[in-house]
């Protein structure tokens, strides 16, 4: 068995507060795929940051020796000059400049400041090449899909000579297909020597992958276990995260049954949207769904299907042009052109893109939770900021959101949290019907379980919930119905009994457009 390359020992690190990381130990050895499992909040990212650089040497207590040396960077740059090269989850390329210029951004091919765009071009199409991808090095960023990009990163990585390679849920974002390109190509790298460090809360994955696995909870170092040892189970790996056996994935549930001659608190009767730039395609298709109070309807589909445009195009009219269709609620056509229209009348949306879409990362939790619904909260004008706080704290208890205060900055959290922020941001608003899209994207196990049990909660209250998600297990575990797409257009209604992965994937594969 190969020695260690690395090796962290009794990691210490601390924010105003909060202590992140209480003696973490971690060592990996040459040559093998080392995952790193936990909670969101658990310590992961935090741990990787100190590693590379990003949190520098004397910000944190503990020693890290790298090829049996001792490491002391601080700052990035001098991580990666070892060798030692992280892609964060938010991958840091420029959207409006070619792959060859940012895999070599920084690292330029360069003599007396002037670049070589020759030996650039060249060394990074044979770069592009040995991630399997065949784009020309002048294609921009922005004109190609995630997939690729994270490709584009790890080219990037290679290009500076790597020798540990740290992802960061670098699946989060990706299709099966993709998911599966990226992780055969770390495979591949394992062939050629380069030691990687994948954080992933799919434990799928890690089962496929990796060597070795280390747990953390709540800052501290659990175990390391061998990934192919038959005690390794996923049982084992997610009770070392939780501190706590999972008997059941989702909370017990009862099938909604509707009462005989209710309306459906949410009809979307023909719907159509077309594409915002594009505007010969249609990305929704005559699409028609209901959904009653107290039930958890699903929406099912692959990349591409229409379940998102579906959602924002809805809800304010927020993507592509609108091309037809009337949308009711309890039976009464209404209006929903904009977003304020859509909260007006019930309807909340809750992102598959919190980061972006759903939070202002720079505000409090606080603020973030009452900005849906300031009236609640203000008079004449002016906030109640005691009111304000006492809203927060409440929310911060039901949905225990982990942070110091409701002061803390979103931007700050972990995933898990910041996502109950945004579901308590939609639910303050007291809307009837909840359009959830993609509510567990990047969320560890345990967090999972706490919003499937949110969700649960709000349909047994009368809520109407849309449940979109790319996870089919989570869908078949919390859903009364299940409508599928494909290429825009509705394939199929399931019901929660007659509902199997296999029945799903075979609608979700099916366009209705070649039966015409």
């Known amino acids: 068995m190969a020695g260690p390359v690395l090796d962290m020992r009794s990691i210490v690190k601390t924010f105003p507060g909060v202590k992140a990381l209480s003696d973490v130990s971690l060592t990996v050895r040459q040559g093998e795929v080392h995952a790193i499992c936990g909670e969101n909040g658990a310590g992961k990212s935090t741990l990787m940051k100190v590693l590379s650089g990003v949190h520098p040497h004397g910000s944190y207590e503990g020693e890290i020796l790298f090829q049996g040396e001792p490491c002391h960077f601080k700052d990035i740059r001098a991580s990666e000059q070892r060798g030692i090269v992280i892609i964060h989850q938010e991958l840091a390329l420029v959207p409006y400049l070619s792959l060859a210029e940012n895999i070599f951004l920084g690292n330029e091919h360069a003599k007396h400041g002037v670049i070589s765009w020759r030996d650039t071009l060249r060394h990074a199409t044979e770069l592009l090449r040995r991630v399997g991808l065949g784009d020309h090095p002048e294609t921009r960023v922005a004109d190609i899909g995630v997939g690729k990009q994270q490709l584009v990163e790890i080219a990037k990585a290679l290009s500076k000579e790597v020798k540990l390679l740290i992802l960061d849920e670098p699946t989060a974002a990706l299709n099966d297909e993709d998911s599966g390109k990226l992780l055969d190509l770390i495979l591949e790298l394992k062939t050629q020597g380069i030691t990687s460090i994948i954080i992933s809360h799919k434990l799928n994955e890690i089962e496929r992958i990796a060597d070795s696995v280390t747990i953390l909870r709540d800052g501290r170092s659990i175990e390391t276990l061998d990934v192919k040892a038959a005690q390794t189970t996923e049982e084992r790996i997610i009770n070392g995260m939780v501190g706590r056996d999972l008997e059941h994935r989702f909370p017990e549930r009862t099938p909604h049954e509707a009462e005989a001659g209710s309306a459906p608190a949410l009809e979307i009767r023909d719907w159509t949207v077309r594409h915002p730039i594009d505007q010969q395609r249609k990305v929704v298709d005559s699409v028609s769904i209901q959904v009653r109070r107290g039930e958890i309807v699903g929406i099912a589909g692959l990349m591409g299907a229409g379940r998102t445009e ?3 195009s809805v809800f304010g009219r927020t993507y592509g042009r609108y091309a037809g269709g009337t949308v009711l609620k309890d039976g009464r056509e209404i209006r929903t052109k904009t977003v304020p229209e859509a909260v007006a009348h019930g309807i909340a949306y809750v992102t598959e893109d919190r980061k972006h879409y759903g939070l202002n990362l720079i505000d409090t939790i606080t603020r973030n939770i009452t ?16 009111g304000e706080r006492k809203v927060a704290e409440g929310f911060r208890a039901s949905m225990n959101i982990k942070a110091p205060n409701v002061f803390e900055r979103v931007g700050r959290l972990s995933g898990g949290n910041q996502q109950k922020v945004v579901l308590s941001k939609w ?47 989570e869908l078949l575990g919390m859903c009364d119905r299940i409508y599928t797409m494909a290429a825009g257009r509705l ?16 609608q979700m594969t099916k366009d209705k457009r070649e039966e015409r």
């Open 371 to 386: 900005l849906s619904a300031l009236p609640k909260v203000a008079g004449r004008g002016i906030v109640d900021e005691h």
């Open 427 to 473: 639910i303050f608003a007291g809307p009837d019907v909840l359009i959830l899209d993609e509510p567990t994207r990047g969320i560890d196990v345990g967090a999972k379980y706490e919003i499937y049990t949110v969700i649960d909660r709000l349909a047994a209250e009368g809520k109407a919930v849309v449940f979109i998600s790319s996870e089919l297990p």
């Open 310 to 312: 579906l959602a924002m």
């Open 491 to 506: 394939t199929g209604e399931v019901a929660r009994a007659e509902a199997t992965q296999e029945v799903l994937m075979r």
